[in-house]
């Protein structure tokens, strides 16, 4: 048992990718299996989240709490993160720990956080000024813990574009520098005024910042309008400047940052799968027999089911049935190592099981359920024709739901739309099974069953209400109404273009959700430093008498034009306004304000802030979607997916579609889910297997789809490492 437990855990690392050094013996394997194990990740990520969330009720607050509440939990956070890396410790050797910089940097992260937290205890106690410095730390803990690979691995992707992109940025600096130079010579001695009254171009660093700023757009064409009022020719030197740094400039960071993330992702993408299949390869030496003397080792059919089932408990006899025929495809009842390290790969792909079940009509009334015009019903509601009314019949209501409801005509249309979506749905009970019909795969079954019942019942007590006299709820009815707008998705499902777009922002979602961390790490960090720079600079006043309210609570910025066009709730007074200020910010970069406020040295934390987000991070993300798309467009399905889907059809298991690859199949959903009790089903055996389009399990997989091309099927890195476990891939030749 002990050998399949290690087998089990090195298949299951080389599954999710996971690179950890652990001690095996059995102790340890076991200790490794509960670090592990769901509940303490989610436990684990409980306790980030919590700790994150704490900016909430610290000052400046949303929701203000006592001091002491706050740090209680955050103490009790910081305990939850110690016990964690105290288990992890016990898993691997202790030399290999003390080697792990994220271990030392948890390490430190957590001790400075105490030491600040013993520090502005006892300045508040006395009634003296402290900060909260350690804040900003929070977000380490999120990117060093052992999940956050695919955040570190992010990271790094910025870390290896920086050398490229500042070359280009000085360039660009340069360009900036120049035009500025040229805009101070031209317009600086013409006595030029801007719409403040304020001189118009005769400061150099202003010059520069506004020249900066009008890159992204944020202050065009304010800041040409008083050349461009003096004289036309003034405006072919601004559309000279947007032509080359926003669009030529731009272009050139997005190219140089594409270039080299493809790069230093396909290296990193090699040695992560040559670390995979060296998992693989520690797993086979577990499980090898040797089936006669001199023979090749192998692993023999109930070794692979007893990991199979130890990895993946989830899995029917027959999808591992099915996963060993597509291993073992000579019927050898043993397989060897070639075949044995695509294991991890297999099960990646998603197969769907289902089963063939005969309609509750079929069983209770046969004579009616076959009878001619029930199949003709069955023919009818399966057909494409079928699915292209229902179509129209959602665009038209998506223009009445646009037309004024109070004429009654358009009210009452209402209750026909209903009754057309709720005999849709009646039809498709009465035509496919219903335990298919709501099976956990079918998400657009439940979609449009519990978007119309809602709308049912919604509309309903509306209607009584407003007939009794009473409160008519209209921001149900009006979310209702949002909801029942989304069904046009299944109208763009029916155009094949915008099906290939959804499809790959389903695939790459879990990517995308990566780089949504990776932003609000930086937001955090950001917004944690704007409160403490910032925070009671700038107010807002609910009561609109109030004269402080034309003046943002700050006399510095009365006449300006940051109160006068109401920006006071733009502040860093509270998390939830700075990272609402922060995205303005990543759209465009105005910060007039808090530098009239402040100094006009704050504009660099917003120039800072703008280099980091939307000229690196951004364009990285730009990148990633890219190579995602052209792999998309360009690349068929991986060669085991292939063989998978061959073997399906050899059995003769396959599920019938009749739509290939759309936007249910990459959702997992089947309408004609091998429940329409008629007669062409009768024949087809109880359990059936589908293929879930090119969905990936995990973000890895994505990744090793993108550059498999260039990886070696046999590089089991077999010669990395001589001591039974693994190193994490390192990048020092990159």
Not at 342 to 353: G, R, S
Not at 436 to 455: E, G, K, L, P, Y
Not at 678 to 689: D, G, I, R, V, Y
Request: net charge neutral; glycine share 2%.
């Amino acid at each position: 048992p002990a050998d399949f437990d290690l087998a089990a855990v090195y298949v299951s690392d080389a599954q999710y990718n996971r690179n950890i050094y652990f001690d095996t013996s059995p102790q340890a394997v076991r200790l490794y299996l509960l670090y592990n194990h769901w509940l303490s990740k989610v436990l684990l990520y409980f306790f980030i989240l919590l700790d994150l969330s704490l900016a909430i009720f610290e000052e400046p607050a949303v929701f203000s709490l006592p001091i002491w509440a706050t740090m209680l939990v955050e103490l009790l956070c910081l305990l939850a993160f110690t016990i964690r890396l105290v288990h992890y410790a016990k898993v691997i050797p202790r030399d290999k720990f003390w080697k792990d910089p994220k271990n030392i940097c948890i390490i430190v992260t957590l001790m400075l956080t105490l030491v600040d937290m013993i520090i502005y205890g006892a300045l508040k106690a006395t009634n003296c000024y402290g900060v909260r410095w350690s804040r900003v730390l929070r977000p380490l803990l999120l990117i060093n813990v052992t999940e956050g690979r695919q955040l570190r691995r992010a990271f790094r992707s910025i870390r290896n574009a920086l050398p490229q992109i500042f070359y280009v940025f000085l360039l660009f600096m340069f360009s900036v520098l120049i035009f500025s130079l040229m805009a101070l010579k031209l317009l600086g001695k013409r006595g030029l005024k801007t719409i403040d009254g304020a001189p118009y171009f005769t400061n150099y660093l202003e010059i520069v910042f506004d020249l900066y700023v009008l890159v992204t757009t944020a202050n065009s064409p304010d800041v040409m309008m008083p050349a461009y009022n003096a004289s036309f020719v003034f405006a072919i030197f601004f559309i000279v400047y947007i032509l080359i740094n926003t669009y030529i400039f731009m272009s050139v960071f997005l190219a140089v940052v594409y270039n080299n993330y493809k790069k230093y992702l396909k290296e990193e993408v090699r040695q992560l799968v040559r670390a995979k299949r060296h998992k693989m390869a520690r797993a086979f030496a577990v499980l090898q027999e040797q089936r006669e003397e001199g023979g090749e080792l192998v692993v023999t059919q109930a070794n692979w089911n007893q990991v199979v089932r130890l990895v993946r408990p989830d899995i029917s006899n027959a999808h591992r049935e099915l996963l060993w025929s597509v291993s073992d495809d000579k019927n050898q009842g043993s397989i060897g190592k070639v075949a044995f390290v695509q294991l991890a790969d297999l099960l990646n792909i998603e197969v769907i099981t289902l089963k063939s079940r005969p309609h509750p009509l079929h069983s209770l009334c046969p004579a009616f359920y076959l009878s001619a015009p029930s199949r003709l019903l069955c023919r009818i509601v399966q057909h494409r024709a079928f699915v292209i009314v229902y179509d129209l019949i959602i665009l038209v209501n998506a223009v009445f739901i646009g037309l004024d409801e109070e004429n009654p005509m358009i009210a009452n249309s209402e209750w026909v739309f209903l009754a057309l979506y709720l005999l849709e749905i009646l039809l498709k009970l009465y035509v496919f099974e219903p335990r298919a019909f709501f099976s956990r795969h079918s998400f657009w079954n439940w979609f449009d069953t519990i978007i119309v019942i809602s709308a049912l019942i919604a509309t309903i007590v509306n209607s009584a209400m407003k007939s009794s006299g009473g409160y008519t709820s209209r921001q149900i009815l009006d979310i209702v109404f949002i909801l029942r707008v989304l069904r046009l998705i299944r109208v763009v499902d029916s155009i094949q273009r915008f099906r290939a777009i959804i499809n790959t922002l389903i695939r790459i979602g879990p990517m995308i959700l990566t780089f949504g961390q990776l932003i609000i790490v930086v937001y955090y960090v950001f917004a944690m430093l704007g409160m403490e720079l910032f925070k009671g600079k700038v107010k807002f006043f609910e009561d609109p008498n109030d004269p402080a309210k034309a003046y943002c609570g700050n006399p510095l910025l009365k006449d300006t034009a940051f109160a006068q066009l109401n920006y006071c709730k733009n502040n860093f007074n509270n998390v939830v306004s700075s990272f609402i200020l922060l995205l303005e910010l990543t759209v465009v970069n105005q910060c007039s304000g808090f530098a009239t406020v402040t100094h006009i040295s704050a504009r660099i934390f917003f120039v800072l802030f703008h280099i980091l987000v939307v000229i690196v991070i951004i364009n990285i993300f730009v990148a990633f979607v890219l190579e995602a798309f052209f792999v998309e467009y360009s690349v068929d399905k991986s060669d085991l997916q292939t063989s998978l889907e061959r073997k399906i059809e050899e059995l003769e298991l396959a599920v019938e579609q009749y739509v290939t690859d759309n936007l249910v199949n990459a959702m997992e959903t089947i309408d004609n889910d091998l429940g329409t009790g008629q007669s062409p089903t009768a024949n087809k055996p109880s359990l059936m297997f589908k293929i879930a389009s090119k969905r990936y399990r995990t973000v890895d997989a994505l990744l090793q789809r993108m550059f498999e091309a260039d990886l070696d099927p046999e590089d089991f890195a077999e010669n990395d490492d001589q001591n039974g476990n693994f190193a994490n891939p390192t990048f020092s030749s990159v």
